[in-house]
T-cell receptor, first 114, second 111 residues
């Protein structure tokens, strides 16, 4: 579990501000994912990446931007935060192509937008 | 795309009883079905998974069954203990596609 970390763990920001959530993994996993977790919705995929410089939209991408210049890092940016983006954000990684093996989750970032 | 429905949303059982959580999926090409457990304030962690070429898989007190024809799969926990209390998520995916999660089931085991 220590192989995938997220920072910050808690963040409070104001509406309209830009905020970046960081994700770092030490396993050299090819695939990385960003999910948001809201009560009643489970885990919803925001963006994912198959490798460095390859990213794609998930189920709820609007208002988010990602990049992956290095295999180990996958930052998520909220360009202009809105209250509806208040949530718990989880980063995950997976060793093999596709989504047919275990995903390892980071500890999560609790984001509050006021 | 894939859609996963999970029932019930909450489940309360007495310690020692069994618990069953059910999920249905829509994409007949899905071939990987993991179950994750999330304790309060913690990250989701895989507890068991099953692939479409297998009908049932057991790991101590936990078992998962898969009915490909009906497109549903279930998690069975026997002899429940207070430490089984958590939120459980099912998911479904296939190669070349992303994983879709159910909305979760909050299981409470009463001592």
């Amino acid at each position: 579990d220590a192989g995938i970390t997220q920072s910050p763990r808690y963040k409070i920001t104001e509406t309209g501000r830009q905020v970046t959530l960081m994700c770092h993994q030490t396993w050299s996993h090819s695939y990385m994912f960003w999910y948001r977790q809201d009560l009643g919705h489970g885990l919803r995929l925001i963006y994912y990446s198959a490798a460095a410089d390859i990213t794609d939209k998930g189920e709820v991408p609007d208002g988010y931007v990602v990049s992956r210049s290095k295999t180990e890092n996958f930052p998520l940016t909220l360009e202009s935060a809105t209250r509806s983006q208040t949530s718990v954000y989880f980063c995950a990684s997976s060793a093999t192509p596709g989504a047919t093996t275990e995903q390892y989750f980071g500890p999560g970032t609790r984001l509050t937008v006021t | 795309g894939e859609n996963v429905e999970q029932h019930p949303s909450t489940l309360s059982v007495q310690e020692g009883d069994s618990a069953v959580i059910k999920c249905t999926y829509s994409d007949s090409a899905s071939n990987y079905f993991p179950w994750y457990k999330q304790e309060l304030g913690k990250r989701p962690q895989l507890i068991i998974d099953i692939r479409s070429n297998v009908g049932e898989k057991k790991d101590q007190r936990i078992a998962v069954t898969l009915n490909k024809t009906a497109k549903h799969f279930s998690l069975h926990i026997t002899e429940t203990q207070p430490e089984d209390s958590a939120v459980y998520f099912c998911a479904a995916s296939r190669r070349g596609n992303t994983m879709r999660f159910g909305a979760g089931t909050r299981l409470t085991v009463k001592p």
